[in-house]
């Protein structure tokens, strides 16, 4: 598959591979997102999504091949480098993996703080700005994670990640787990972030709705690879038998 | 060459050193993960409330199971000896070795393994539902070191608090064995206190410390080792938490043996 250039990428992963013992979850995953851009990942469960999040974020690290971030290398640096570079990034965890531990303002302003107990009055301040901004009220600034709905943990998860003005956000299976209609809240909320902080959005999901609703390309990765991108208009008619037999739900195909 | 060797001696030999590079491999996992605690325990950022919360958990919570521990042991202990050495005609012998036993040994592993029970059990348990449900990887991505905001604080604060815990034992044990000898055994309280007092000597009691801070970096170790490797939901959860304790437990043991031998050498 062809890379589509067009000045510097802002993330770009070039022949990526991951193993776990015998098992080769990324077998040369090629990929590039373009700054301001949003881009879904699609693709059946345990084909590598997460992992290719955790590779660029250096959770965890490829056995072989190139990530870069702005231009910067990521594979292979040190931990104080790593964490220079993951200033860029704010990730949604798909199950939240708020902190249950601490109190809802504590979550939001975590990336800020790092745990420290600084200024407890400005923290809630920027907590509640941060709330404020994915619908949620200053009351739930004392609860903990558990004494709130899903889809409130959520945005709360979401709220945590954008908090120190990433440039970067990964977001893994926003809508999964949530009812219809708090799915689409959480698209919308997306794509406004998106519009309005002017960040790269990178989204991993196999709910076809979401990811032609927040997603301007689309790359479906099979088998340790990806096997098609395109921009989203393509989506239902990309002419790859994969990606039809994926997008349509189709117990029958080429998937098995 | 291995054409000359039939397969099923080869897979003998395959067997056998599977397991043992396993164990290796193992032993080689948490000497790393001891060293890299150890370098971020005194490079910043440090995180001085947190150690002080552990503190209160481990040191100050436990203290109720440790001192009822305590207090039952050193009873039974005194009867235990009364009655085997009155056969011997040498029950007078109860304070002295109420006080060796207990400093030297029953209160330092009694109160390791209570609090291994306790302590290690909670922190497997807790860093490794933070495994599973990511928020390991969240504290990452966050910018924040797992080893110095999670992992650190537990040791450092069970290093220092089981030296404190097994002091405490110790005078609470002593007391159980005076407080029987006393009302049951018929035992002069004025005699039993300085027989008591000239049989506690200072290197008992430093053993007693150095075994305590052995105990406590174990704990601290299993824990947080096993809670951090954690996979696999909840039932991951349930496993890594079952290792720890078992593993903290045979560790706590062994290395009173290796200091005892030590000690004593």
Known sequence: MAEIVRGAPKIK????VKRFGDNSVLDGVNLSVEPGESVAIIGGSGTGKSVTLKCILGLLRPDSGSITVDGTEVVGVGSREMSRIRTKFGMLFQGGALFDSMPVWRNVTFGLTQGRMTDAAQMRRIAEENLERVGLK???LNLRPNELSGGMQKRVALARAIAPRPEIIFFDEPTTGLDPIRADMINDLITSLVEDLGVTALTITHDMVSARKIANR????????IIWHGPRDRLYDSGNPYVDQFVQGRAD???R | MTD???ASILAAFAALGRPVIGVFAMIGRIATFAVTALLRAVTPPFYPARFAAQLMEIGWYSLPVVGLTAIFTGSALAQQIYTGGSRFD????VPAIVVFGMVRELGPVLVGLMVAGRVASAMAAELGT???TEQLD?????????FRYLIVPRMAAAVIALPVMVLIANSIGIMGGFLLAIYKLGFNAASYLATTRKFLQADDIWMAVIKAAVFGFIIGLMGCYNGSRTAGGAAGVGKATTDAVVSAFILILFSDLIITLVAIR
């Open chain 1, 13 to 16: 992963l070039t022949e990526v």
């Open chain 1, 138 to 140: 200053r009351d739930i």
């Open chain 1, 218 to 225: 689309v790359a479906m990765l099979y088998n340790g690879r």
């Open chain 1, 253 to 255: 195909g080429p998937i």
């Open chain 2, 4 to 6: 000359s060797f039939p």
């Open chain 2, 90 to 93: 040498a029950s007078s012998t």
């Open chain 2, 130 to 132: 933070m495994r599973v």
């Open chain 2, 138 to 146: 969240a504290l990452a991505t966050l910018r924040t070191d797992a």
